[in-house]
T-cell receptor, first 117, second 109 residues
């Protein structure tokens, strides 16, 4: 199993450009999420999904869109990139959700480093 | 709202113990603990569920006070491999798992 695969690993954008960070998992996990990590601020939740067709906003959703049309994929779209979106992005999935809370660990991808000029 | 972790950093000698605290202003469904080494993805350590169930590594222990919305991670007899940044994550609503700013742990020989 490949686990959680993020592409691309590195990307440089110009302000105003749009792009999609891809995330795919082959473990049949219902739960998936996106985080961004900036120095001194830990991991901040952007969007999450408890199952196919269901998405919800995290703490920093502005400027990002997601969709979950399949169990395997959870792409993150940057609509109009800004320098403030320069960050390392992590996608994660989890097998454990009882229908009311997360009961299992998060499996993280290797991260995608995005620079917006 | 992100949970609050303390301390921000701790330096230990091998064999010493440390406690990392995590508190939330909201009721918690679950608390997760992860460790991240520089340039790598976070790695799972422990999950504590509302109601008392725990899952995690044998050598790492943690507590969860549901009434006070607090959790603590106990590093006992620290080893060099314990160095890294520790994050607590709090689930305040189904699936909404938010992490604190992290506690940097340095273990020296």
């Amino acid at each position: 199993n490949a686990g959680v695969t993020q592409t691309p690993k590195f990307q440089v954008l110009k302000t105003g450009q749009s792009m999609t960070l891809q995330c795919a998992q082959d473990m049949n996990h219902e739960y998936m999420s996106w985080y961004r990590q900036d120095p001194g601020m830990g991991l901040r939740l952007i969007h999450y999904s408890v199952g196919a067709g269901i998405t919800d906003q995290g703490e920093v959703p502005n400027g990002y869109n997601v969709s979950r049309s399949t169990t395997e994929d959870f792409p993150l779209r940057l609509l109009s990139a800004a320098p403030s979106q320069t960050s390392v992005y992590f996608c994660a999935s989890s097998p454990g959700t009882s229908g009311s809370l997360l009961t299992g660990e998060l499996f993280f991808g290797e991260g995608s480093r995005l620079t917006v000029l | 709202q992100q949970p609050v972790q303390s301390p921000q950093a701790v330096i230990l000698r091998e064999g010493e113990d440390a406690v990392i605290n995590c508190s939330s202003s909201k009721a918690l469904y679950s608390v997760h603990w992860y460790r991240q080494k520089h340039g790598e993805a976070p790695v799972f350590l422990m999950i504590l569920l509302k109601g008392g169930e725990q899952k995690g590594h044998d050598k790492i222990s943690a507590s969860f006070n549901e009434k006070k919305q607090q959790s603590s991670l106990y590093l006992t007899a620290s080893q060099l491999s314990y160095s890294g940044t520790y994050f607590c994550g709090t689930e305040t609503r189904w699936g909404k798992l938010q992490f604190g700013a992290g506690t940097q742990v340095v273990v020296t020989p």
